[in-house]
T-cell receptor
Framework: QQQVKQSPQSLIVQKGGISIINCAYENTAFDYFPWYQQFPGKGPALLIA?????SEKKEGRFTISFNKSAKQFSLHIMDSQPGDSATYFC????????????????????FGRGTQLTVWP | ETGVTQTPRHLVMGMTNKKSLKCEQHLGHNAMYWYKQSAKKPLELMFV???????ENNSVPSRFSPECPNSSHLFLHLHTLQPEDSALYLC????????????????FGAGTRLSVL
């Protein structure tokens, strides 16, 4: 059972455009939502993360938007650059017990399938 | 460089071979992880070690055998693998395991690309 659903699978954006990647989850025990960036030949690296007590977090050109009621969160890359071309993974982690918990393990990261972003120059 | 080094970077093996993947972290972390990354699938957590004790084994077939001799080194021993085991195997480490601390970030190595013929 996939705990985190990510879309789109691939994304092509022109340089200077906005890249948007969406993720959704069901488990209300999730309370930590990181995004990882992976370049070819490299392992994933933490890009930005958010907790559900805020609706938005911005770091440079990267912004996470979080909608707790809809159980959705998204990554926005403003002024996308060719150097942003990579695979992006959203993830979620439960750090407390919840009556709606669906068999998740505390502290474990549950990843989406990934989005391959290509930014054309 | 993330401080997590994996060797070899590429490995081709037959189904009857025995090989080992190695991971080394220079970050002073207490937890180490093995993940399997297959095309168009979420990263699959295989094993977790915390303070050299295995704390998670996520229904991984016995043809994969992990070993953690100390907190800096993690091995994945492979034997009688199947073609469907071909994937990128990633090692990661974090300061501690299963703590709700945003500073408990997982740092990944570059992976070993495994092909089983």
């Amino acid at each position: 059972q996939q705990q985190v659903k990510q879309s789109p699978q691939s994304l092509i954006v022109q340089k200077g455009g906005i890249s948007i990647i969406n993720c959704a989850y069901e488990n209300t025990a999730f309370d930590y939502f990181p995004w990882y960036q992976q370049f070819p030949g490299k392992g994933p690296a933490l890009l930005i993360a958010i907790r559900p007590d805020v609706s938005e977090k911005k770091e440079g050109r990267f912004t996470i938007s979080f909608n707790k009621s809809a159980k959705q969160f998204s990554l926005h890359i403003m002024d996308s650059q060719p150097g942003d071309s990579a695979t992006y993974f959203c993830a979620a982690s439960p750090n407390h017990r919840d009556e709606f918990d669906r068999g998740s393990t505390l502290g474990r990261l549950y990843f989406g399938r990934g989005t391959q972003l290509t930014v054309w120059p | 460089e993330t401080g997590v080094t994996q060797t070899p970077r590429h490995l081709v093996m037959g189904m009857t071979n025995k090989k080992s993947l190695k991971c080394e972290q220079h970050l002073g972390h207490n937890a180490m992880y093995w993940y399997k990354q297959s095309a168009k699938k979420p990263l699959e957590l295989m094993f977790v070690y915390s303070l050299e004790e295995r704390v998670e084994n996520n229904s991984v077939p016995s043809r994969f055998s992990p070993e953690c001799p100390n907190s800096s080194h993690l091995f994945l021993h492979l034997h009688t693998l199947q073609p469907e085991d071909s994937a990128l195997y990633l090692c990661a480490s974090s300061q501690d395991y299963a703590r709700g601390d945003p500073k408990n970030i997982q740092y990944f190595g570059a992976g070993t690309r495994l092909s089983v013929l």
